[in-house]
């Protein structure tokens, strides 16, 4: 189970923290993915983070702005946000994965959370 927490409403440049805490399996198995969905559109990858947090690949709209981290020894996975924007408005979700590569495709992922809300106004 996948429960994301943290979300809430910022202004431009604004700075916010979503955190992701699993439970019912092996985390440390798992490599871990944020993706977001904006109302009328497709969701969309955002970050991922491999087992051991050795590894880890941004879409280009948030690179250099966002950091995703995990702590095993506490079942949890974040998303730092700095200088957001208005079109990074979007509820996010976290989510689990097995494999190894591919990790941009949604498809990919076994278990997802229930979203929480970022709003960046203007």
């Known amino acids: 189970q996948l429960v994301e927490s943290g979300g809430g409403s910022v202004q431009y440049g604004g700075s916010l923290r979503v955190s992701c805490a699993a439970s019912?399996?092996?985390?440390?198995?798992?490599?871990m993915g944020w993706f977001r969905q904006a109302p009328g559109k497709e969701r969309e990858f955002v970050a991922t983070?491999?087992?051991?947090?050795?590894?880890?690949f941004y879409a280009d709209s948030v690179k250099g702005r966002f950091t995703i981290s995990r702590d095993n020894a506490k079942n949890m996975v974040y998303l730092q946000m700095y200088s957001l924007k208005p079109e990074d408005t979007a509820v996010y979700y976290c989510?689990?994965?097995?494999?190894?590569?591919?990790?941009?495709?949604?498809?990919?992922?076994?278990?997802w959370g229930q979203g929480t809300q970022v709003t960046v106004s203007s």
């Open positions: 019912g399996g092996i985390f440390s198995r798992y490599a």
């Open positions: 983070i491999n087992w051991n947090g050795g590894k880890t």
């Open positions: 989510a689990a994965s097995l494999y190894v590569d591919y990790l941009r495709d949604s498809a990919n992922y076994d278990f």
